[in-house]
Structure formats: C-alpha cells, structure tokens
C-alpha cells in the first residue's frame, strides 16, 4: 500500500515562510507526477501545485510567484515552499502522487 506522510504545517503570520514535505514509501522515477492540493474550510479541494517529466511544474495562479514545489528522488520527497504567506493560504495541504493521496498538514496564517 502506498503510504505519502506530509510534514512542515503550522501556525505563521502573515509575511513568513514554511516548507511542507510529503515522503513516500514508493519508489518514484522522473515520470512520477507528484502535486499539492489544498482545503479551506468551506471549500473545495483545489491544484496548487504540480511537478512532472523530472522538473516541469505548474502553479495555481494564487501562489504563482510566492511557492515553489521541488522533488528530491534520492529521498523520495515531494516539497513545497512557501513565501509571503496570507491568511487566505489558510488550509489543510494534501500531497497526491498518481492516485494517492497523503492525510494532510494545517497551514494557518493569521496576525
């Protein structure tokens, strides 16, 4: 069973960064396609973010700019770096690789 375990959520104000991990069991090749969604209360599940063919990526225009998603093979890694946070960045952040989905970090903005 393919297990993805995020890490790296918490509680930040406005301005400031935090770095999400999601590490898998599975062996991944360049051809895995690995992406970041997230929740806010309320809401439907949304793309963040997405990385596939080894380093192509694509980005949801909202966080265009202020987050970046990268992979690390050896470790068998996905992250997702996120700048200048706002309270609207508010959410639960779910990493999917093929079909499978993590069981999600709280990110929270807020003064």
């Known amino acids: 069973q393919v297990q993805l375990v995020e890490s790296g959520g918490g509680l930040v104000k406005p301005g400031e960064s935090l770095r999400l991990s999601c590490t898998t069991s599975e062996r991944i090749t360049g051809f895995t396609v690995w992406a970041w969604y997230r929740q806010a209360p309320a809401h439907n599940r949304e793309r963040v973010a997405d990385i596939f063919n080894w380093s192509v990526t694509d980005y949801a225009d909202s966080v265009k700019g202020r987050f970046t998603i990268y992979r690390d093979d050896a470790k068998n890694t996905l992250y997702l770096q996120m700048n200048d946070l706002k309270p609207e960045d508010t959410a639960v952040y779910f990493c999917?690789?093929?079909?499978?989905w993590g069981q999600g970090t709280q990110v929270t903005v807020s003064s």
């Open positions: 999917k690789m093929g079909v499978h």
